[in-house]
Each structure stands twice: as C-alpha cells, then as structure tokens.
Antibody, heavy 119, light 107 residues
C-alpha cells in the first residue's frame, strides 16, 4: 500500500534552516507529484509547494519562494523540503502528500513532522 | 493568486442535522475543487474531488456541488464521526490553495 514516512520532529533556533524528508513506498515514485503542506498550531492548512519527482521541476508558494527548496532522490524514493531563515511563525506540523491528478486532490499523506522554532 | 473563502468558520449542529459549508473562489476554477475532513492530530482525508465526485469509501451522506466560483459541501444527516474541520482546496498544474476551514461542533 502507498506509504509516505516523514523524518522526526525538529527544534531550531530563529535564523536556522530545517530539512524534512518524506520517503515514499508502495507505488512508482516518479508517477505522482508530491506536495508539502503545513499547519501552524490551531490554524488551517497552508500549501508550501510541489515537486515533480520525474523531472525535478518545482513550484513554490509565492510568500516562501525566497526561503524554500524542494528536492528528491530517486534512488531512495525520497523528497526533501528545506526551509531557511526560520522564524517563530514557521512553527508548524509539516506534511508531505501525494497528489493524484485523476482525483484533483491528495490521496495519501505523511504522518507529519513538527518543526518548532524557538530561541 | 486565487483565494478561497470558506463560510462559516464555525458551525454548531446536532446529530441528524443537514449541514452545508460554502467555499467561494476569487476567480473561476471550473470544477477543480476538492473537500477534506480533518480531525485533531491527524492528516486531512479526501472526501470529494472535482467538486461533486464522492471518493470511494466515503459515506454517501457527504455530497459536493458547484462550479466556477461557488461550491458547497453538504452532510445530509450529521453523524457523531462527522464532528471535525472541513477544508476546500483548489488546484492547477503549478499551485494550490486551501480555504480557511470550517469547524463543525456539537450543539
């Protein structure tokens, strides 16, 4: 079955960077876009961007374009999301999710990674 | 960027009630809209895709309608398992936006 397994929780100081991984299994890795979504405590869902694992092309949310980088490693079927210049407002649970074009939505999600930014 | 506005932000209802949640897009998105249910501490779950299609395994009391800029999610008879937060989501090939969410609470 499809599984997305994310790396563990992180605690970072303001100004630092964080890199979260998402390892896919149970399907052909290059056939589906993977997206990143975050959710600050008590808040709604915020889309961060996407990566096409087959072409490595990316698209990012405008507000984060200067600070976010998504990458992939096809040998391990893993995608990465790196966010730099962290501030307290970046404290959130970060999810990776598989986008299925036939559905126009996310049919599988990672378990979430809590990133806490605190001095 | 296309903005998605959900209403209401919170809704109080009783078991058996018919519940309707609205999502409006700042410009036409055709039928490129999905609905999700999220419970605390868990990832969202896809309910409806392409505005009106029920995902396999989702109870038939959930339905979606609309096109263009106005969309609705309806729960025909609210069940205990339905108390949760619901999000709409629009997409195209290079971007995606969620609505602000609607929390359905027990009245």
């Amino acid at each position: 079955q499809v599984q997305l397994v994310q790396s563990g929780a992180e605690v970072k100081k303001p100004g630092a960077s964080v890199k979260v991984s998402c390892k896919a299994s149970g399907y052909t890795f290059t056939n589906y876009y993977l997206h990143w979504v975050r959710q600050a405590p008590g808040q709604g869902l915020e889309w961060l961007g996407l990566i096409d694992p087959s072409s490595v092309s990316t698209s990012y949310a405008q507000k984060l374009q200067a600070r976010i980088t998504m990458s992939r490693d096809t040998s391990t079927s893993t995608v990465y999301m790196e966010l730099s210049s962290l501030q307290s407002e970046d404290t959130a649970v970060y999810f990776c999710a598989r986008f299925k074009w036939e559905l126009g939505g996310f049919d599988s999600w990672g378990q979430g990674t809590l990133v806490t930014v605190s001095s | 960027d296309i903005q998605m506005t959900q209403s209401p932000s919170t809704l109080s209802a009783s078991i058996g009630d018919r519940v309707t949640i609205t999502c409006r897009a700042s410009q036409s998105i055709s039928n490129y809209l999905a609905w999700y249910q999220q419970k605390p501490g868990t990832a969202p779950k896809l309910l409806i895709y392409k505005a009106s299609n029920l995902k396999s395994g989702v109870p038939s009391r959930f339905s979606g309608s609309g096109s263009g800029t106005e969309f609705t999610l309806t729960i025909s008879s609210l069940q205990p398992d339905d108390f949760a937060t619901y999000y709409c989501q629009r997409y195209n090939s290079y971007s995606l936006t969620f609505g602000g969410g609607t929390t359905v609470e027990i009245k």
